[in-house]
């Protein structure tokens, strides 16, 4: 027997259709119950209980208990990462569910990934925030400098409260739609918070679409410029 980690058995919980659509559909980073991952998945209640449990075994979820109703998530960012990754192979590779319309285009342009910022808009904010060389890569870490804590603490991100957190500051994730890099990691959520607090974004639970007011594109155009010269 060889050595080492068992991608086959995570690749096989991923793999099966139904456990598919629902992680997918956990990327909104919203805790679902099991009726409403039934859904997402269109399998029957019983049947989707089966396939959480064996989710939940492997790792990849977190349920929670409330009340009479069970919930769950994503394990953490490492899975959302994966699913992610697998999302762009998959994309690159020609393999899209049959689902087009104007959703699709809405997607592409900005949507959830696990509670920060992916699509055209995502990558944008990524680029714009090496550009101005508020972030920097060292080697495969992505590191947040010291005009990028400034910049960060001007737009009211607690910094102080985010390094707490076990969850890395800053990550590369490789954005399925534009096959370039956004920004995940605790800073990259506290930056879509800050966009939904401020009134410029709200996202749609169902699509995971990120919708942005007329002026709040405009703000955030102006915060993270396109074609910034290093």
């Given at each position: ?9 995570v ?6 259709p139904?456990r ?7 990327m909104?980073?919203?805790?679902l119950?099991?009726?409403e991952?039934a859904?997402?998945?269109?399998v ?8 959480l449990?064996k989710l939940?075994?492997?790792?990849l979820l977190r ?9 769950f ?9 994966v699913l992610?990754g697998?999302?762009g192979?998959?994309a ?7 689902r087009?319309g104007?959703k699709?285009?809405?997607?592409r342009e900005a949507?959830?990934c ?7 808009m995502g ?10 060389g508020h972030?920097v ?7 947040l ?10 737009f ?8 707490k957190?076990?969850a890395p ?7 399925w739609?534009?096959?370039?890099s956004h920004l995940?990691g605790?800073?990259g ?9 401020l009134g ?9 679409v990120v919708?942005?007011s007329?002026s709040?594109a405009?703000?955030f155009?102006?915060?993270f410029?396109?074609?910034?010269a290093?």
């Open positions: 027997m060889k050595e080492g980690p068992d991608i086959a058995h690749a096989t919980l991923i793999g099966d139904a598919a659509n629902m992680l997918t559909a956990l909104s980073g919203k805790a119950t099991v009726s991952l859904e997402e998945a269109g029957t209640i019983q049947t989707a209980s089966s396939h449990s939940d075994a492997g790792g349920p929670r208990k409330q009340g009479r109703h069970k919930y998530s994503l394990a953490n960012d490492e899975v959302a990462h992610e697998l999302m192979l998959a690159g590779a020609g393999h899209l569910r049959k087009t104007p699709d285009a809405e997607l949507r959830v696990y509670n920060h910022l992916a699509g055209d990558t944008q904010m990524f680029d714009s925030l090496m550009a101005q972030l890569l060292e080697g495969e870490d992505l590191i400098t010291a005009s990028g804590a400034i910049f960060a603490t001007g009211e991100i607690d910094l102080g409260e985010l390094r957190a076990r500051l800053c990550r590369e994730c490789l954005d739609s534009e096959r370039r995940a605790s800073l959520r506290a930056f879509l918070t800050r966009f939904e607090e410029w974004a709200k996202r749609d639970q169902k699509t995971r919708s942005f007329s709040g405009t703000a155009h102006q915060l410029p396109k074609n910034v290093r």
